[in-house]
């Protein structure tokens, strides 16, 4: 069974920091990328980050570039998020995400409150 579990998250003051992780099990982690999503209120999910299998490629949307670091660890299973220079626009519930055969599957979200 597909299973990614996170942690990390909660309220901090603009400016400050956050990482998020989200540990997996149930695949053969090392072959996939993992993604990172988040949802704000009233707001459609959008793609935040992602990483690729051997952990060498990355993505970010233009909104955190320069902020946010997305890094894993295969022999760990674990992918992390720093997330630095918070603003209230960050404030989401974020999930992460690893597509499979087809289907996607989710982390439970962790709420991340930005407070100006």
């Known amino acids: 069974e597909v299973q990614l579990v996170q942690s990390g998250g909660g309220l901090v003051q603009a400016g400050g920091s956050l990482r998020l992780s989200c540990a997996a099990s149930?695949?053969?982690?090392?072959?996939?990328?993992i993604g990172w999503f988040r949802q704000a209120p009233g707001k459609e999910r959008e793609g935040v980050s992602c990483v690729n299998s051997a952990g060498y490629t990355t993505y970010y949307t233009d909104s955190v570039k320069g902020r946010f670091t997305i890094s894993r660890d295969n022999a760990k299973k674990t992918v992390w998020l720093q997330m630095n220079s918070l603003k209230p626009e960050d404030t989401a519930v974020y999930s992460c995400?690893?597509?499979?055969?087809?289907?996607?599957?989710w982390g439970k979200g962790t709420l991340v409150t930005v407070s100006s």
């Open positions: 149930g695949f053969a982690f090392d072959d996939f990328a």
């Open positions: 995400n690893v597509l499979q055969r087809g289907i996607n599957y």
